[in-house]
């Protein structure tokens, strides 16, 4: 039993002193979304949750009634997000290669913002949405060459990764788009990857950069609005220390107060990282020749992250350990056919045994939604926990409809021919 549980939970700095008045913050409970939005109180910013981090219907649903946009990079999660109730007037649509259906899906639900990543798309952009007689508003989706010190496979805004238009020709992107038809540039969009490292370092550096290009853009006659900040502030997996949102919206206020724009954020994994857990159980404890290995029933197509991107969660006891238990190294391993499927090695823990439960912190972003079913394993059910309150926000599929989704073609329905089974080395006729 495998189960990721994103749920509900608090923000490590503390909620507004009381006496502050924030009716929103005072009906519901004190979320990371809170601390972000209150930060940014004076601005009032369109606040998209970025989708890509936890898709889950519930979850979006949270945040719709929290009053939450969204940044969706899909026309599934377009979909997810309108299916949620998200109203379209919040939604920006992202991403580096939006099909001809994805971009009519964007102009038929008459979203937000339409951020562009290169000249091809803008152009397609222009064509679809003038055939329909619309006028969309484009932001130009800059790429500053910045480094997010990050892991390289989330950073986003160096000029040699395919994100954004370089920074030196988004002028001339947005000169374009104030020519085309169908669109209307109405800004600039920036995301220089996730987990960003350094504190606000690479923010400021980014930020500075695109201050000047709005400046330069205003200088030469063009109307800048919008600024869209993207995602990227990191979460506490083991010893990183994310720039808290005051923080990082005084660095905001201090590149761009001066200049008037309409200001839109991104956010994903600070939105839901930390209110999620994975939790499995201990398969075998085996003893191999020089480690401890704990197998999991869960494995990397539960939670790709450690496989994927080196990442860190801690792992927990479900049970808290007797006094005085001795820690001790183990490889956490899950059973799929890689040696890849390592959530940790020489970890320090207390002694596990067959069937004991354990948790991984920090699974609520880029958890369950990275999850697929590889070596034909069954997806692990979701549950959301709010309170003394919990459901089941995703079923664990069963292995009829996972057989179900495959079809075997007329041709391969008869058995096979006895010519063709001697043709098979060994086969016997
Ligand atoms: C365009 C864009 N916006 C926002 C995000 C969300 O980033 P994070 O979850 O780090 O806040 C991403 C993530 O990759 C992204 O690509």
């Given at each position: 039993m495998a189960s990721c549980l994103p749920r509900v939970c608090r923000w490590r700095a503390s909620p507004?002193?009381?006496?502050?008045?924030s009716t929103s913050i005072r009906r519901a409970r004190w979320l990371p979304y809170h601390a972000f939005a209150e930060a940014f109180a004076p601005e009032r910013?369109?606040?998209?949750?970025?989708?890509?981090a936890n898709a889950n219907l519930a979850v979006l649903r949270v945040f719709a009634r929290l009053g939450a946009g969204a940044d969706v990079v899909s026309e599934g999660e377009l979909r997810r997000v309108l299916a949620a109730?998200?109203?379209?007037?919040r939604i920006i649509f992202s991403g580096v290669g939006k099909t001809r259906t994805e971009l009519e899906a964007a102009l038929a639900a008459g979203i937000h913002q339409i951020n562009v990543e290169s000249i091809p798309e803008l152009q397609r952009l222009s064509a679809l949405a003038a055939a329909r007689g619309d006028t969309t508003r484009v932001a130009i989706r800059v790429?500053?060459?910045?480094?997010?010190?990050?892991h390289a496979k989330i950073?986003?805004?160096?000029?040699?990764?395919?994100?954004?238009?370089?920074i030196e020709e988004a002028g001339e992107a947005y000169r374009l788009a104030g020519e085309l038809p169908g669109v209307e540039p109405v800004g600039l969009a920036v995301h220089i990857g996730?987990?960003?490292?350094?504190g606000l370092g690479p923010f400021r550096e980014a930020f500075e950069r695109l201050a000047e290009l709005v400046l330069e853009l205003r200088g030469a006659g063009f109307a800048v609005h919008r600024l869209?900040?993207?995602?990227?502030?990191g979460i506490r997996y083991r010893k990183e220390t994310p720039p808290e949102p005051a923080d990082y919206a005084a660095l905001v206020r201090e590149a761009?107060?001066?200049?008037e724009l309409d200001l839109a954020f991104e956010p994903g994994r600070v939105l839901c990282g930390s209110a999620g857990l994975m939790v499995a159980r201990v398969v075998y404890v085996k003893a191999g020749a020089s480690r401890r290995f704990l197998i999991l029933d869960a494995a990397m197509n539960d939670l790709i992250r450690p496989a994927l991107y080196d990442a860190w969660h801690d792992i927990v006891p479900v049970r808290l350990p007797a006094p005085g238990a001795v820690l001790s190294p183990a490889d956490v391993v899950g059973p799929?056919?890689?040696?890849?499927?390592?959530?940790?090695?020489?970890r320090d823990l207390p002694p596990l045994a067959e069937d004991d439960l354990v948790a991984f912190t920090?699974?609520?972003?880029?958890g369950a939604v990275m999850s697929s079913t590889y070596n034909s394993r069954l997806l692990i059910p979701e549950v959301l926990v709010a309170g003394s309150r919990f459901a089941v926000i995703r079923a664990r599929p069963s292995y009829e409809a996972m057989l179900g989704l495959d079809a075997v073609p007329d041709w391969l329905?008869?058995?096979?021919?006895p010519a063709s089974l001697r043709a098979v080395p060994g086969g016997t006729a």
């Open positions: 507004p002193r009381s006496g502050r008045r910013p369109l606040i998209c949750y970025a989708v890509k109730g998200i109203p379209p007037q790429n500053p060459d910045v480094d997010a010190l990050t950073a986003t805004g160096k000029k040699e990764s395919k994100f954004g238009i370089d996730s987990q960003t490292g350094g869209d900040l993207g995602g990227g502030l761009f107060g001066a200049l799929v056919c890689e040696t890849g499927d390592t959530f940790a090695t020489e920090g699974a609520g972003a880029y329905a008869d058995p096979i021919e």
